[in-house]
C-alpha cells in the first residue's frame, strides 16, 4: 500500500509536470515554425569563423592610438571559402572591427557575389568564451547548491528558452507584449518554483507573491507612463521598431512595459520565496502560532529584504544608464533639461516600477502565507479552529 501511494504520489509531482512540459514544447516549436518577414537583404551575405594568420597593414599610431583600418590574411574554418587565406580589412571603429594579431579568432562578415568575395572583420570571435563563462557559472550553482543548485539551474534554462522561443515569437505575431510578458513570468515562476519546492504550500505562495508583485510592477509603470508621458515610442530603437510596427503590427508602445515585467521577476521571485521559505519555517517551529504572530513575523521578515532588494533594480537601471548620466555630468547639463529628458525619465520609471513591485509583493506574500500555511494547523493555542 505504501508503495503504491509512493507511486501515485511521484506520478503526481513529476508525471503530471513532465506532461504539460511536454505539451508546452509542441507548442513551442510550432509557434517557431513560422517565417519572418525580411527587413533587409541579406541574400549572399554571411558572417564566418576566421584565424588572423598576419598583419598585412597596421594601423597603430605612435601614440597607441588606431586610426583607420588593418589590412590582415585570414584563414577561414567555415563557410564556402573554408581553408582559404582572404584578405580583408578591420576598421578601428569601437562597435565592429577588432584590433587584430596574428592567431587571434575572429567573425568575418562575407559576402559572395558570383566570384567575387568581400570581406571584412565584424568582431572578435568571442563565442566560446561565453559559453564557457556560462558553464562555469552553471558548475558553481550546481556544486555549491547541490541538488537545490541544480535544480535553480533547470530554472535558469528553462526561463531562457521560454524568453527567446516563447515571448518573441508571439510578440513578434502581434499579440500584446505586455500580456505575453505576464503569461511568461507567471509560466517561468511556476516552473521555477516548483522545481525548487515541489508540489508544496510553500511553491504556491512564493508563485503568487512573485506574480501579485510582478503585475504590480507593470501596473505602476503603466500608470506612471500616462502621467508623464512616457512611453514605448520614447525608446532610443523607436526608428527600427516603427519599421516593424509597419511590416508585422507589433505593439511597440507595450515593448517598454513587457521589457520591465521580465527585469523585474528574478527579484520579485527572490523576495516570495525568501518570505514563504521562512514563514514555513516559522510554522513548523511553532505550530500553535496565531495567524496575529505570523503575520507581524512574516512582515518583520519582508521588511528587512525591503531595505536591500529594494534598491536592486533602482541601481540595476541606473548601472545600465551610467554612460548617459556621465555624458550629462561632463556637458554640466541643467536640472530641467536632465530631469525631463526620456532616457532618464525612462530609467527612473523602470527602476521605481520594478522596486514598487517588489515592496508591494511583501504583503501579499506574508498574507497568502499566513492563510495557506494554517490551513494546516488543526487548532491555535487557546484550541479554537482557525480558518
Known amino acids: 500500500m505504501n508503495r503504491k501511494k509512493q507511486f501515485r504520489q511521484a506520478g503526481i509531482r513529476w508525471g503530471i509536470p513532465a506532461l504539460l512540459i511536454f505539451i508546452f514544447i509542441i507548442f513551442t516549436v510550432q509557434l517557431n515554425q513560422g517565417s519572418k518577414i525580411e527587413l533587409i537583404s541579406r541574400a549572399g551575405q554571411t558572417f564566418e569563423k576566421g584565424i588572423v594568420t598576419?598583419?598585412?597593414?597596421?594601423?597603430?599610431?605612435?601614440?597607441?592610438?588606431?586610426?583607420?583600418?588593418?589590412?590582415?590574411?585570414?584563414?577561414?574554418?567555415?563557410?564556402?571559402?573554408?581553408?582559404?587565406?582572404?584578405?580583408?580589412?578591420?576598421?578601428?571603429?569601437?562597435?565592429?572591427?577588432?584590433?587584430?594579431?596574428?592567431?587571434?579568432?575572429?567573425?568575418?562578415?562575407?559576402s559572395v557575389a558570383g566570384d567575387a568575395v568581400v570581406t571584412s572583420v565584424y568582431a572578435q570571435d568571442r563565442g566560446m568564451m561565453i559559453w564557457i563563462f556560462g558553464?562555469?557559472?552553471?558548475?558553481?550553482?550546481?556544486?555549491?547548491?547541490?541538488?537545490?543548485?541544480?535544480?535553480?539551474?533547470?530554472?535558469?534554462?528553462?526561463?531562457?528558452?521560454?524568453?527567446?522561443?516563447?515571448?518573441?515569437?508571439?510578440?513578434?505575431?502581434?499579440?500584446?507584449?505586455?500580456?505575453?510578458?505576464?503569461?511568461?513570468?507567471?509560466?517561468?515562476?511556476?516552473?521555477?518554483?516548483?522545481?525548487?519546492?515541489?508540489?508544496?504550500?510553500?511553491?504556491?505562495?512564493?508563485?503568487?507573491?512573485?506574480?501579485?508583485?510582478?503585475?504590480?510592477?507593470?501596473?505602476?509603470?503603466?500608470?506612471?507612463?500616462?502621467?508623464?508621458?512616457?512611453?514605448g515610442w520614447n525608446v532610443s530603437d523607436i526608428e527600427n521598431l516603427v519599421t516593424l510596427w509597419d511590416t508585422n503590427g507589433i505593439q511597440v508602445g507595450e515593448l517598454l512595459f513587457s521589457g520591465l515585467l521580465i527585469s523585474s521577476l528574478g527579484a520579485t521571485m527572490d523576495v516570495a520565496m525568501s518570505i514563504a521559505?521562512?514563514?514555513?519555517?516559522?510554522?513548523?517551529?511553532?505550530?500553535?502560532?496565531?495567524?496575529?504572530?505570523?503575520?507581524?513575523?512574516?512582515?518583520?521578515?519582508?521588511r528587512d529584504m525591503m531595505g536591500t532588494d529594494s534598491n536592486t533594480l533602482i541601481l540595476a537601471f541606473a548601472g545600465g544608464s551610467i554612460s548617459t548620466l556621465v555624458l550629462d555630468y561632463a556637458y554640466d547639463l541643467p536640472y530641467l533639461q536632465i530631469i525631463n529628458s526620456n532616457n532618464i525619465g525612462?530609467?527612473?520609471?523602470?527602476?521605481?516600477?520594478?522596486?514598487?513591485?517588489?515592496?508591494?509583493?511583501?504583503?501579499?506574500?506574508?498574507?497568502?502565507?499566513?492563510?495557506?500555511?494554517?490551513?494546516?494547523?488543526?487548532?491555535?493555542?487557546?484550541?479554537?479552529?482557525?480558518?
Open 277 to 302: 521559505s521562512a514563514m514555513q519555517e516559522i510554522v513548523h517551529q511553532n505550530r500553535e502560532i496565531t495567524a496575529g504572530e505570523l503575520w507581524k513575523a512574516g512582515m518583520r521578515v519582508g
Open 346 to 387: 525612462l530609467s527612473i520609471m523602470q527602476g521605481l516600477s520594478g522596486s514598487f513591485g517588489i515592496v508591494l509583493s511583501v504583503p501579499v506574500t506574508v498574507l497568502l502565507a499566513t492563510l495557506l500555511y494554517l490551513k494546516k494547523v488543526p487548532q491555535n493555542r487557546a484550541g479554537a479552529h482557525l480558518v
Open 54 to 110: 598576419k598583419i598585412l597593414e597596421d594601423n597603430l599610431q605612435d601614440d597607441g592610438m588606431r586610426v583607420g583600418q588593418q589590412t590582415v590574411l585570414v584563414r577561414m574554418l567555415s563557410g564556402s571559402h573554408k581553408g582559404e587565406a582572404l584578405q580583408t580589412t578591420s576598421s578601428a571603429g569601437f562597435l565592429f572591427g577588432a584590433a587584430c594579431r596574428p592567431g587571434m579568432r575572429v567573425i568575418v562578415m562575407q
Open 135 to 231: 558553464a562555469l557559472y552553471l558548475g558553481a550553482l550546481c556544486l555549491i547548491g547541490g541538488k537545490k543548485g541544480l535544480k535553480g539551474a533547470l530554472g535558469l534554462a528553462f526561463t531562457f528558452f521560454t524568453v527567446i522561443f516563447l515571448d518573441l515569437p508571439l510578440i513578434y505575431r502581434g499579440y500584446s507584449p505586455f500580456m505575453v510578458a505576464v503569461g511568461v513570468c507567471c509560466i517561468t515562476t511556476l516552473v521555477t518554483m516548483y522545481l525548487i519546492g515541489g508540489p508544496t504550500a510553500k511553491t504556491a505562495v512564493a508563485t503568487l507573491g512573485t506574480v501579485a508583485g510582478v503585475i504590480i510592477a507593470g501596473v505602476t509603470a503603466r500608470i506612471f507612463g500616462m502621467l508623464t508621458g512616457l512611453s
